[in-house]
């Protein structure tokens, strides 16, 4: 997580499917990396959840709940 993987943002740029990212407010992944995730990839939605880094696990239904409404809007 912390040395991998080695994508540069601008490369993100050529993704075109929908993407979802989802992010805990206490995750040890800078906010703006996410955002500027967010930002390169053209089709992409960022969503915030409090929780760290395994949200799944730790709000799972706010995941869930997260998961299924980017599915049911693409």
Do not use: W
């Amino acid at each position: 997580m912390v040395n991998e993987p080695q994508i540069k943002i601008s490369s993100l740029k050529r993704l075109t499917c929908p993407t979802l990212l989802i992010y805990g407010t206490d995750d040890e992944i800078k906010l703006s990396h996410a955002r500027k995730i967010n930002k390169a990839i053209h089709s992409s939605s960022l969503v915030l959840i409090e929780g760290t880094h395994f949200l799944s696990m730790e709000r799972p239904e706010a995941f869930d709940r997260a998961v299924i409404s980017f599915l049911k809007n693409r």
